[in-house]
């Protein structure tokens, strides 16, 4: 017979098991920050620990607890199900999950995949580096099993990341430049007035000050 802690996919006592089971239910009139937060200490020495069950190794899913009179036999029946939000461990961020969908053969959150692809700073759950991506791919399509396909298919959304980042890093680059050549004219216009006139000087700094909105938004992303 499995032990219980086994069947629970952990190595938690039973005490910590009640903590992550109460853990992971928002409490009424609290919202996901709030929950993350109040979690928060509690959470890290569970992952420090190899606490969490397998489910939960990647992020936390969000739950909340329903309580439902069953009137057959004369007292509250509960249930917890997910509510579309989860602590993704690989950043520490709050993400929304999106519905389940079949990919690579298993059933993955279609918000977490999106997330990880595009604005997740980290890179804690690839698993692949180049090289073993390169020794997989050599492998005949009958070789393949699921933990093949599946380290393939995180390898790729790790590089759709990876590549944003870089275009992001280069388009900040850009930004940055235009702005340093457009304030070295102000100051070329304030020491030698005569050199450019108030119409260009406008037209330069309403430049300006779109390119600092743009940046704005893509340090935002």
Same mark, same amino acid.
């Given at each position: ?57 990647? $992020?936390? &899913?969000?739950? =909340?607890?329903?309580?439902?009179? #069953? ?7 509960? !249930? /917890? ?48 580096? $180049?090289? &073993?991506?390169? =020794?997989?791919?050599?492998?005949? #399509? ?7 396909? !599946? /380290? ?70």
């Amino acid at each position: 017979m499995a032990s219980l802690s086994g069947r629970r996919g952990t190595n938690c006592t039973d005490a910590e098991w009640d903590e992550y089971v109460k853990m992971v239910q928002i409490l009424k009139g609290e919202t996901p920050s709030e929950w993350m937060n109040r979690i928060w200490p509690r959470l890290r020495y569970f992952r420090k620990n190899d606490l969490l069950p397998t489910q939960s190794k990647k $992020y936390l &899913e969000a739950r =909340k607890l329903i309580e439902l009179w #069953n009137k057959y036999r004369g007292n509250y029946d509960s !249930y /917890a199900p997910e509510i579309g939000i989860a602590i993704y461990f690989s950043c520490d961020r709050l993400v929304y999950t999106g519905e389940r969908t079949k990919n690579i053969s298993n059933y993955n959150h279609i918000g977490m995949e999106r997330h990880w692809a595009s604005h997740c700073t980290g890179n804690t759950f690839c698993g692949v580096n $180049y090289d &073993e991506y390169l =020794k997989i791919k050599q492998k005949s #399509n009958s070789m393949y099993n699921f933990d093949n396909e !599946y /380290a393939l298919h995180r390898y790729r959304l790790w590089m759709q990341n990876a590549i944003k980042k870089v275009e992001r890093a280069r388009e900040i680059g850009r930004k940055i430049q235009a702005c340093i050549t457009i304030q070295r004219k102000v100051v070329e216009w304030i020491y030698r007035p005569d050199g450019l006139n108030a119409q260009e000087l406008a037209i330069h700094y309403a430049c300006l000050q779109n390119i600092r909105a743009e940046m704005r938004q893509i340090n935002n992303i």
